[in-house]
């Protein structure tokens, strides 16, 4: 809800005997295996459906596969294997469901719960909350169990709930309409011996309270007991530290249902879980963890010859004729020739390290929304676009802040609590780039490699939230740093290589946090000086040739506010005019509205003012050029309104009337004559 979160895959650890191989023979997903496999799970044998459903799980992980499943009706094939009497079909199948709605998408989430997936579900969570029969499996299955079922089960039927919930907003409702919460509770209440099904429950239960007033009814003091139980659990793994992080997003969520004496220090005890998440260098975790499974790892080998060579040796003594030049089957042989047989199925350490980056991406996706104001409804902003001449427009024009930022602020609460938990200068130390020997690690041992994506979503989340930060608080939270090296720092990020960065989340990221922290030296009148001239524009050629639009908008936003302290400077005129050429091109050739409405709000800022700026506007033909563009960006913003959001539109109005007032304004400069503008 609201988020798009990475999505865990079930392993499946085994296979049907010939049915694995007639999965992979061919390429169209359209032919045998899907109608053979579905077919399967309707086999009265218990073994069979479970192999059956193990193999669909496996094949949904690719997304190829899943049409071919869903023209055959996936979800009414194994919807009702939930609450089959097997309860080894019950996780495998659950498993499959998961996969499917992992890999799907919306569209097929939304395709699961119109063909009533909640049904079953809600069922199976509810007998796996009150325990199931363990008499249901077979003896042999007793005999060889090494695991709870129970859990095992109810953690896929978890993930299951938390993919559907966060696409479909049907699923939340039957979550609420049923009492799940209960449920999902007593899973989290397991965390003393199951972390890893407290981390689904928590999973889905922090989408679940996401703007979701109607659950809040159900949270009542032995709920908000159970969170608090979690969230100050003493174990220090770092799947346990991901477990408090989600858990204190979830009492975020909820914190309407806090009593407001109690608020104050709720949110202090969230930020000192985040602050302790963050304190935790990610890179120095990666190097360690790696030669901690090392060592393991070598131990396990070592062990394992030791048992063979035991073997070995007493086969010798067991039979004077046995060649001891032959290997006994079975054995060392195939450890030698598969290293890989002795890697542990779970791999605890890369675990670990996936679990605190995924706790400090989440601790920052929650700072960050938590420095964001509630967002205006629909009525208000239709009321901020159809006000004629406002005095919203008065306030806003010429501030050189640029239209596209909305004003922020932190309640008293969170800015005693961040600055409490040193929040801002831990965000600051984790805008830096990752370990270089972490990243070289990562790179040569190919199950650990996705850890670099997670590392630079971090390092991406924390620009994003410094970005906010700058723009809700005050410099002092900052441990220190002034804005001249925090500019300086951003600079050395986007020009420390010899090529301009090209991953477009981490251009956009930096480039909010540049433009933030350049617009806050603006308003306060300290000139920078970390962005050269010459590096300035090199950012603004790499940025214009971005596909995102976010990207365009804060480059042409840096370019404006540079600008507008140019102009107050002496003998500029000839910086402003090549700055006044650009953004003139780009709002007159950008395909995208909001790039140009935001190349003309920067046009405004630096031409406002100042004897330098009036010379460059003559020399360029600003004012004709202005005029030319007026009926033209009026026609695309009628051809427009369907493409873009309430909020956009109502930035591009006040542009439109700047636009207009702007005209009017370089017209008085020129003292030429009052013109009939065309109302817009």
Not at 168 to 196: P, Q, R
Not at 308 to 337: A, F, H, I, Q, R
Not at 340 to 356: G, N, W
Not at 469 to 494: E, K
Request: charged share 25%; with cysteine.
């Amino acid at each position: 809800m609201g988020k798009s979160r990475g999505r865990r895959f079930r392993q499946v650890p085994f296979s049907p005997a010939g049915l694995e191989q007639r999965c992979h023979e061919g390429d169209d997903p359209d032919e045998e295996p899907a109608a053979e496999l579905l077919e399967k799970v309707q086999h009265p044998s218990a073994e069979v459906r479970e192999y059956a459903c193990a193999s669909i799980s496996k094949l949904l992980q690719e997304q190829q596969a899943i049409p071919a499943f869903l023209q055959r009706d996936v979800v009414r094939c194994l919807g009702p294997l939930l609450m089959d009497y097997s309860l080894a079909v019950r996780e495998t199948a659950a498993g499959a469901l998961r996969n499917l709605s992992a890999c799907g998408g919306f569209e097929v989430c939304d395709d699961m719960v119109s063909k009533d997936i909640m049904t079953p579900l809600v069922a199976l969570l509810k007998e796996c909350s009150t325990g199931l029969d363990a008499n249901q499996l077979s003896p042999e299955k007793r005999i060889e169990m090494d695991k709870n079922y129970i859990e095992d089960i109810a953690n896929e039927a978890i993930n299951l709930l938390w993919n559907v919930c966060e696409c479909s907003s049907t699923a939340v409702h039957i979550f609420n309409k049923e009492g799940c919460l209960e449920a999902v509770l007593l899973y989290m209440k397991k965390f003393s011996t199951n972390v890893d099904l407290a981390i689904s429950a928590a999973n889905c239960l922090q989408a679940v309270t996401e703007d979701n007033p109607d659950l809040l009814y159900s949270f009542n003091a032995s709920s908000q007991q159970v969170l608090e139980t979690v969230m100050l659990c003493p174990e220090s793994t770092m799947k346990h530290i991901l477990l408090r992080t989600l858990t204190a997003g979830i009492i975020w969520n909820i914190k309407g249902t806090i009593p407001p004496g109690s608020l104050g220090s709720m949110i202090n005890a969230i930020l000192k879980i985040f602050s302790e998440s963050l304190a935790i260098d990610a890179g120095e975790t990666i190097i360690r963890m790696k030669e901690a499974e090392k060592n393991r790892l070598k131990l396990a080998v070592e062990g394992e010859t030791e048992e063979n060579m035991s073997d070995v040796t007493e086969n010798c003594v067991l039979s004077e004729d046995y060649d001891l030049e032959e290997m006994p089957k079975g054995k060392v042989k195939k450890g030698e020739n598969d290293i890989f047989d002795f890697l542990p199925p779970d791999q605890r350490e890369l675990k670990e390290v996936t679990a605190l980056l995924m706790a400090q991406q989440t601790a920052l996706e929650i700072i960050v929304n938590m420095c964001c104001s509630e967002d205006p409804s629909d009525d208000e902003w239709e009321e901020l676009s159809s006000s004629d001449e406002s005095d919203f427009m008065e306030n806003s024009y010429n501030d050189g802040s640029g239209l596209l930022m909305s004003p922020l602020c932190l309640s008293d609460e969170v800015n005693s609590a961040f600055l409490n938990n040193l929040i801002p200068k831990k965000i600051l130390e984790k805008t830096a780039f990752p370990n270089s020997v972490a990243l070289d690690i990562c790179m040569h041992n190919p199950s650990w490699k996705p850890l670099i994506k997670k590392l630079n979503a971090v390092q991406c989340r924390a620009l994003t939230c410094l970005q906010n930060i700058l723009l809700v608080s005050d410099m002092d939270c900052l441990g220190g740093a002034s804005l001249q090296s925090i500019a300086q720092h951003l600079s050395q990020l986007v020009f420390a290589k010899m090529e301009l960065p090209t991953d477009t989340e981490f251009l956009e990221a930096v480039t909010s946090a540049l433009r933030a922290v350049l617009q806050t030296m603006a308003s306060k009148n300290i000139s920078q000086q970390s962005v050269t001239p010459e590096q300035l524009w090199t950012l603004c050629e790499a940025g214009m040739n971005s596909s995102s639009a976010s990207v365009k908008v804060n480059i042409v936003s840096i370019l404006g506010i540079s600008g507008s302290i140019l102009a107050k400077g002496q003998d500029t005129a000839e910086k402003l005019k090549v700055i006044g050429k650009f953004l003139l091109e780009v709002a007159m050739k950008e395909s995208s509205l909001v790039v140009a409405g935001e190349a003309l709000d920067a046009l405004f800022d630096v031409f406002a003012d100042g004897k330098e700026a009036e010379k460059a506007a003559v020399e360029i033909r600003l004012l004709p050029a202005l005029k030319e563009f007026q009926p033209v960006f009026k026609m695309r913003m009628r051809k427009g309104k369907g493409k873009y959001s309430t909020d956009q539109l109502c930035v591009l109005d006040n542009v439109k009337m700047n636009l207009r007032r702007f005209i009017a304004y370089q017209e008085t400069l020129g003292k030429s004559p009052t013109c009939n503008n065309e109302e817009l």
